[in-house]
């Protein structure tokens, strides 16, 4: 097992392979992983266990919206794995600004998004501030709604839809 910064080798000997740099004579590894050597071509490189990918514009994530304000909504985010790996991302929380929520004019954010809901979003923006998130598209919303009156939790088969605990009719942005 190599961790970064092992020696791997005399740059004399080897040719720095993947994972590598080669620095003073040396070979040294840049990423954890497994140390690999072929002798008959006087290589050797790092097997990285996994590579995390960032976070990028499109990917998909799940959110639990954490609070929302006139024109912007707070959500703790995490991506969903592509391709059997899940992208690394520094920051938990994203914003979703009301223009993101559904095609046309949403006067009152509160009418399609409440503190608790779970959604479904795209990554539409990634800048120093923040990250930022649609639920525009047919495929992104609520997933799983909070009742906005008795707390439970609970899901709509369309926009509209009354909580089975206390009948409590609300609307949501859904996904179709």
Known sequence: MAIPGDFLGVSEEFVSGEATVEEAGGIYAVAAGRKMKDESARKVWVAPRKIARPLAVGDLVYGLVQDVYDTVALVEISPVPVGGRTPAWDNRMAYL????????????????????????????????????????ERDLGVVKVLCARCKEGHSFSGERGACPACGFSEQRKIPA
């Open 97 to 136: 600004r009301i223009s993101e929520v559904k095609q046309g004019y949403v006067e009152h954010f509160r009418d399609w998004l409440r503190i608790g809901d779970y959604i479904r979003g795209r990554i539409v923006e990634i800048k120093p501030l923040g990250t930022y998130l649609t639920i525009k």
